[in-house]
């Protein structure tokens, strides 16, 4: 890609936005997030002594990776600006305690760009994942400001690979350091002739769901209601991840109790959830000693789904039939739980290995998930072992926060 098409492409996606824009919508909601951005940056940021760290994220997903890195660095006695470009990040996020200022990030453009790095004045940038932006990158480069790539992870798919690629691979080059998820990652760069500045450091949401689980909540109604069964929690799940665990009929007759916390919570969906599983659901909200003998119990409210994991003997995590693929396996998994997920999970380096590992199920249908849970859950010590197996697996992963921060402080001359 050229640089003329990248900057076609702003201007067209800047106009897809306001025109997709109506009020409480998330495009309107990126567009007046963005209002009046650089005099609000400007009169919000104070002077300081501490070393100035930028961390943007795209999204909230991309957050959850940059989250260990943040806390760390913030007891290093340094200052964190944090910028989202998706609404669902920075809605969520923007009193984020462990960050001193969060913003929106600009439209990537070379003016705003000089701008941004003007006023902001980092000494080191990070950002997480995925995010790519020619100008930015470019005017932290001709600022000497150190930038680092973090918990990346590269496809043969992706546009740094591709002959129409050379805007990508410069832009990865922008970078000082990156540091990768996995080995596949590095051999892909070193066919682009990217071999150095680069650090194996794994996937920081390791290190993010074991402080998790560390601090897990506790739902003594829901212990009470799980006592004595076998547990699937599903979680993140939408329509048809739905329609697959309701194929998985949680009949009275049966020892299995599912407990399902969707991924849109509002009250139709709840009702329809309902619907799903009539005589035998009840929905957190009312849930009571009468309704020991229920077998589904619907979650309907937010921020309960990562603690409610530890009742779980199983795990079903949502999102494998859709495009974007499966929601965050890792939660369930640092409980030791084997965890089943649809068919579509290919961009997930976790993923990937915990299901060559045998550690993580992959189902396309009811019928095949049902058969894997009985030859899990009717060998009592098979399925110790595979949760030790899966626990030595999850802390054997920990440790890339440590990698980056250090990384981080050496550069910074901490």
Request: proline share 4%; hydrophobic share 45%; charged share 20%.
């Amino acid at each position: 890609m050229s640089l003329l098409l990248y900057q076609l492409f702003l201007k067209l996606y800047h106009l897809g936005i306001r025109l997709t824009a109506r009020k409480g919508n998330k495009a309107q909601l990126w567009l007046e997030g963005r209002k009046d951005l650089f005099t609000t940056i400007a009169q919000t940021l104070q002077p300081t002594t501490l070393k100035r760290i930028w961390v943007h994220c795209a999204s909230l997903g991309e957050f959850e990776q940059g989250r260990p890195i943040i806390g760390r660095l913030k007891q290093e006695n340094v200052e964190i600006v944090l910028t989202f470009f998706s609404p669902s990040g920075y809605e969520h996020q923007k009193n984020y305690d462990q960050a001193d200022y969060v913003f929106y990030l600009p439209l990537d453009h070379p003016e705003a760009a000089r701008k941004w790095v003007s006023i902001v004045k980092p000494d080191l940038a990070i950002f997480i994942k995925y995010e790519f932006w020619y100008f930015y990158l470019k005017a932290l480069h001709d600022a000497q400001v150190p930038t680092f790539l973090a918990a990346a992870t590269f496809r043969p798919s992706q546009p740094f690979f591709q002959s129409y690629g050379s805007l990508f691979r410069t832009m990865l080059r922008f970078y000082d350091h990156l540091f990768l998820q996995d080995p596949a990652s590095q051999t892909l760069l070193a066919s682009i002739d990217i071999t150095q500045n680069l650090t194996i450091a794994g996937d920081t949401r390791y290190d993010r769901v074991a402080t998790i689980a560390g601090q897990a909540s506790e739902f003594p109604t829901i212990a009470t209601w799980v006592a004595g069964h076998q547990v699937l929690i599903a979680g993140s799940t939408w329509q048809e991840d739905e329609q697959l665990l309701q194929q998985l009929a949680f009949e009275k007759a049966t020892n299995n109790k599912l407990i399902l916390a969707p991924h849109e919570i509002d009250e139709p969906h709840i009702q329809h959830l309902l619907q799903l599983f009539p005589n035998t659901a009840v929905r957190y909200s009312q849930l009571s000693d009468e309704d020991i003998h229920k077998r589904v119990l619907i979650i309907d409210n937010i921020g309960m789904l990562s603690s409610l994991y530890r009742y779980g003997t199983i795990a079903f995590v949502g999102g494998g039939f859709a495009k974007g693929g499966i929601h965050n396996i890792l939660e369930p998994a640092v409980y030791g739980l084997p965890v089943f997920f649809g068919p579509i999970y290919q961009k997930f380096v976790e993923a990937n290995e915990m299901v060559a590992l045998q550690l993580a199920f992959s189902v396309s249908n009811a019928a095949t998930m049902r058969q894997k849970m009985d030859e899990l859950l009717s060998n009592e010590a098979a399925y110790d072992h595979l949760k030790h197996t899966i626990l030595a697996f999850m802390k054997e992963k920990q440790g890339a926060t440590t990698i980056i921060v250090n990384k981080a402080l050496q550069t910074l001359g901490k």
